[in-house]
Every structure is written in C-alpha cells, then in structure tokens.
C-alpha cells in the first residue's frame, strides 16, 4: 500500500528554519519528481518547489527562492524542505506530492500521490 507521510510542521518565530520530511512507504522515490504544496487558510494549494527526476529543483514560488531548499535521501525513501528565514506568510499546510513519471507540474491534477499535510505557523 502507498503512503507518504509528512512531518516537522509546527510553530516557528518569522526568521526562523523548519525542515519538512516527506517519507514514501509502498514504491520508491527513485525516477519519481517530487513536489512540495502548500495551502493556506482559504486558498487554493499552491506549488512551491519540485525535485525533478534528474534532481533539479524548479521553484513554483517565487519567494522561496533562496530560502527554501529539497533534498533527498534515497536510503530513507524521504526527501525534505529546508525552510529558512521563514516568514508569516509562510503559514499554510504543506504537502509533498509525487509524480511517478517524474514531471514536475506547479499544478496538482498530475501527481499520483499525497501525503496528509503539516501545518507551519510562522509568527511575526
């Protein structure tokens, strides 16, 4: 059975870090691209950065540019969000997705998988 489980989430000062984990259980992430979203209170899920199969990482969002980093550890089936100098505009849910046949899309109809969602609340 596929699962993927995000974790880290919690409540942060504005200027502070956080790193997201996203772990695959029932396949593996190899030749996968993966996603994080986020969704604020009363909007829709956005995308903020993907992993593409070949390991680049292509930004949806321009603000995390410079702060926000992915990576993956390929023995742990996980790939993580590095968040730095986080701001309260951060707040949202924020999910990781995976594509299985590696595309990276800043839309969400394309991705196969979801995890359940961690919250990050950044105060000012």
């Known amino acids: 059975e596929v699962h993927l489980v995000e974790s880290g989430g919690g409540l942060v000062q504005a200027g502070g870090s956080l790193t997201l984990s996203c772990t695959a259980s029932?396949?593996?992430?190899?030749?996968?691209?993966i996603a994080w979203f986020r969704q604020a209170s009363g909007k829709e899920r956005e995308g903020v950065l993907c992993?593409?199969?070949?390991?680049?990482?292509?930004y949806y969002e321009d603000s995390a540019k410079g702060r926000f980093t992915i990576s993956i550890d390929n023995a742990k089936n996980t790939v993580y969000l590095r968040m730095n100098n986080l701001k309260p505009e951060d707040t949202a849910v924020y999910y990781c997705?995976?594509?299985?046949?590696?595309?990276?899309?800043?839309?969400?109809?394309?991705?196969?998988?979801w995890g359940q969602g961690t919250q990050v609340t950044v105060s000012s």
């Open positions: 029932g396949f593996t992430l190899d030749e996968t691209a």
């Open positions: 992993y593409t199969r070949s390991r680049l990482s292509i």
């Open positions: 997705g995976v594509q299985a046949e590696g595309v990276c899309t800043g839309g969400t109809h394309r991705y196969n998988y």
